[in-house]
Each structure stands twice: as C-alpha cells, then as structure tokens.
C-alpha cells in the first residue's frame, strides 16, 4: 500500500488533519495540497518520514490543482469557507473551486473523487454558503459522475468553531443569543467519524450512492439545547436571549461585512433550516460506522473554559 497515493486539498484544516492521520496510519501516501504549505508542517509527523508530502495549490489556480492531483489513485476535497473574505469567495472556493479539482482528477486518470459538503446544500437556497455547496456537488459529479459526496451536519471535535466559540463567549459574556429563538434543528457528527466516512470512501470501500451520503450523529438537537450543553459542561452561568431572525439579519448587516464579524447575513439565513439528515438519505451506517454521541466527546475539550480549567476535574476526582 506504500505505493497508493491519495491527495487530499484542505488537508490542514479542522477535518482534514483528522484525514490526514487516518490515511497515514492505513499505509496511504498522502499529497497535502494547501495554499500555505508552512502553515501544513505539524501534519508530517502523523505519518512516517517522507509518507507525508505538503505542496502548494490554490483552488483558483488550475496548474497547481492539476500538479497536485498528478500520480494520485484518489482525489478528496475538503476545501471550505464559513465566511467570505477577500479573494476568498463561496462561488469561486466552493463551486468553481471543486470542478477545477474534480476535472483536473478526471483527466489525470484518477480512480475515486471524495467531495465533501454540507448538509443543507440547495441550488435554491437563499444563502450563498449552502447553494455554492449545490453548484460545487453538481459541478463534480458533471466531471467526475462515480464521486461519493458527504454531507456532513455540524462536525464537532477538540478544534471545533462551533462549540469552542460559545464556550469561550461564555466567559466573557452574561448572554449568549438564540437567532430565531434557538429553535433550528442540528445533528452535530463527531470529527472522527466524517474522517473515517472520508478514508473509507477514497479506499473504495464505499460507491456513489443514489444521492450524497448525509453524515449526522446519533441524536438532534435546538440550538438552544447545544447552548445548554456548553453551559453545562463549562459550568457558566449566562442567560439565553431569543433574538427573532427580522432583529438578527439587521444586526448582521450592519456588522456582518466586519472581519472576524461573530455572525453574517448568510449566516442568519442558513440557521432559517434545519440541519438533519433527510429520511431516507444514506449516511455513517452505510460505512459500518456507529455515531459518537456529542456527551461523549463534547467533555473532553470544553472543560479547559471552566474557571479552574482541567485541574476541576482532578479536584473533582479526587474528592
């Protein structure tokens, strides 16, 4: 297996590490291909000396996505934003972006293409986030019509933006708002397992299936129960303000073109659907994978953001 090369874009990002490690520890070469391969060096040592190879590709720029997929038996695409910013647009990074990488991978003969996306992905969608998803899914199966696509809920794990970013506003902050109320629907999937879905798709374990494979845990959840998880398990005290979507669009466009802004009018429109697998739609049971369950996992990271941080937790055991 020391010879089967898998390339994988986004590879330093939040679920691409994971990949990564995954890939590496099966016996894979593994071609990170990033835009900042310095920023990439604390993926080398997931792996043996040399099995790991980090080089530069951008997305947008056709000769190095096309350098990147050379030699590769499979292809995976991470590559995503949250939010735009410069030249870093959802139409050109998810859309555009994941058809150069998948015909780049047709033309070089590569055998199996892993797109991921998110659940949530519509070509009718009013937020550019979830519709450049739609464009880039069909763009790919266009050039590459064997992809598997994933579609992950809210992924959840150590270096998670989610669950981190209101455990840490709760320390600082006596409210944390509920847009819309808190009532939007989520079926946050632990890290590891999109990761396993993934590795298991590019060894082929796994085909296109009729419909893109839609990769949630095993419970859902409002937003307001998520919320109260964070409060519980840090053990901080802030009240819970409805805030109705009319209120938090207004907010998120007049802060929402700020860098860094905590919330974007695409965001708001996104957080308007509910964030669940569909029935029916093939998901982590298709790759023989049990769901970690958020009360497993969630614990073991946020407790740094209680006032005593890990040391609680000895105390607690101690006692």
Do not use: C
């Not at 989610?162 to 999937?189: C, D, H, S, W």
């Not at 590019?202 to 937003?223: I, W």
């Amino acid at each position: 297996m020391a010879d089967r090369l898998v390339t994988v874009f986004g590879g330093s990002g939040f679920v691409g590490r994971y990949v990564v490690k995954r890939l590496a520890k099966q016996g894979f070469r593994v071609r990170v291909a990033v835009r900042r391969p310095q920023e990439a060096g604390f993926l080398r040592p997931m792996g043996d000396v040399g099995q790991i190879a980090i080089v530069q590709a951008n997305v947008r720029h056709t000769p190095s996505v096309k350098l990147a997929v050379e030699g590769a038996e499979a292809v995976i695409n991470l590559v995503g934003i949250l939010s735009e910013s410069g030249s870093q647009k959802f139409q050109m990074i998810q859309a555009e972006g994941a058809k150069r990488i998948a015909a780049a991978a047709r033309e070089a003969g590569v055998s199996r293409f892993v797109q991921v996306s998110a659940i949530g992905a519509d070509a009718k969608s009013g937020a550019d986030y979830a519709r450049s998803k739609a464009l880039g899914e069909a763009a790919v199966k266009a050039a590459f019509p064997e992809a598997v696509i994933l579609r992950p809920s809210l992924v959840f794990g150590p270096e998670d933006q989610f669950f981190n970013r209101f455990a840490n506003m709760a320390r600082y902050v006596p409210v944390l708002p509920l847009i819309g109320g808190g009532e939007t629907k989520f079926q946050p999937v632990y890290v590891g397992d999109v990761a396993d879905a993934v590795v298991a798709a590019a060894n082929g374990t796994v085909g296109a299936a009729a419909q893109p494979y839609e990769l949630g845990g095993p419970t859902v959840y409002s937003f307001r129960q998520l919320m109260e998880i964070v409060l519980k398990v840090t053990e901080r005290k802030a009240l819970l303000l409805p805030i109705p979507f009319a209120v938090a669009k207004l907010q998120a466009a007049a802060i929402g073109w700020l860098p860094g802004a905590p919330i974007t009018s695409d965001q708001v429109k996104l957080l308007e659907v509910d964030n669940v697998v569909a029935p029916g739609a093939p998901g982590l049971a298709a790759f023989g994978i049990a769901p970690t369950s958020v009360e497993a996992i969630v614990p073991t990271y946020l407790h740094r953001f209680r006032k005593a941080g890990q040391y609680e937790i000895r105390d607690a055991v101690e006692n």
